[in-house]
């Protein structure tokens, strides 16, 4: 799972194998502290790649 800001949402999706967007919601944002993985500044999207993580519970499973 990777943060960006809207300036580095594409460069971030470049990083990820079928990725996934969210955006963080305000109250995410207060709760917890995110920032954007390549500049550091508060992070407005949570990009995620569903398919690893589905992979990796798969073998926690087996």
Do not use: W
Not at 5 to 30: A, G, R
């Amino acid at each position: 799972m990777m943060f960006a800001c809207s300036k580095h949402v594409k460069e971030t999706l470049k990083m990820m194998y079928l990725p996934h967007v969210l955006v963080i919601s305000n109250q995410d944002k207060l709760s917890e502290s995110v920032r954007c993985h390549i500049c550091g500044y508060k992070a407005h999207y949570k990009l995620f790649n569903y398919l690893s993580q589905k992979k990796q519970d798969l073998k926690n499973v087996l």
